[in-house]
């Protein structure tokens, strides 16, 4: 008989209210044994401390490529909250970890390091990338273009699987595969091989992932299961015991 846990994904958009409320009650129905984010050891920490990094800041952490990749995240993100009118200081991370301090439960970090995800990210883009772009935004024919518009047009409150959110995250991959290929793809393998390691460990875990990572972190932990003579992966999982007074957290 299998010691191996469990793992529960929650597919959620960050700012979104509908998944802060789906996120709780999932862990308390559930009751796991670790609560698992989409965040690395250095954004809890900031969210800890209640520390946003400053522009200023990042220059002095951060290789100055990286940083500017970094800001052009952050960028992003503002965009996308302000398009779709959603509230960014609260997130669906912030509720998983209120909702686990609350229960005494602990939280496992699961995402990459954010410095390597920027720096590869950094590694990837250029001069050239912008002009890529143009080219394959005029390579969009006119279903292109309904399909993009109907991707922007589902509610959030609807998004309850990774097949909601799947077309926009082909467009995404055949746009800008750079980015999909580190945003996306590495970081969902990151993510399912910790889940991996937690599950061949025994624990029975709750993990709130972006909608976007559902579909690839449930097809690798699917294959990392198929493969269990060869072990998990030689991955550390930091787990912490997050405050109970947690303040709005950094997804940055």
């Not at 529960?8 to 960050?14: G, N």
């Not at 220059?59 to 009118?85: K, S, W």
């Not at 082909?170 to 800008?176: E, F, G, V």
């Amino acid at each position: 008989m299998s010691d191996d846990g469990t793992i529960t994904l929650v597919p959620s958009v960050h700012f979104s209210e509908t998944h802060r409320r789906r996120v709780r009650a999932t862990i308390r129905e559930t009751d796991p044994d670790l609560v698992a984010v989409e965040l690395d050891e250095t954004r809890f920490d900031r969210l800890e401390q209640n520390d946003r990094p400053k522009p200023k800041e990042l220059a002095q952490e951060l290789p100055p490529a990286t940083a500017v990749a970094y800001r052009a995240m952050q960028a992003i993100q503002r965009t996308v909250v302000r398009l779709y009118g959603l509230d960014p200081g609260q997130t669906d991370m912030e509720a998983a970890i209120e909702t686990a301090a609350e229960r005494d439960t602990d939280v496992a970090l699961i995402d990459e390091p954010i410095v390597e995800t920027i720096t590869e990210l950094s590694s990837r883009l250029g001069p050239e990338t912008l002009p890529k772009i143009a080219l394959r935004m005029g390579a969009m024919g006119p279903e292109e273009y309904v399909n993009q518009v109907d991707m922007l047009a589902l509610p959030l409150k609807d998004v309850h699987h990774g097949d909601d959110v799947q077309p926009a995250i082909d467009h995404l991959r055949w746009l800008l595969p750079e980015v999909a290929t580190v945003l996306i793809d590495r970081r969902d393998r990151a993510m399912a091989e910790r889940l991996d390691v937690l599950r061949r460990d025994g624990y029975d875990v709750v993990a709130v992932i972006g909608a976007g990572h559902h579909n690839g972190v449930e097809r690798i932990l699917d294959e990392l299961e198929m493969r269990a003579a060869d072990g998990s992966p030689a991955t550390t999982v930091p787990i912490r015991s997050p405050a109970r007074s947690v303040t709005r957290i950094p997804i940055q």
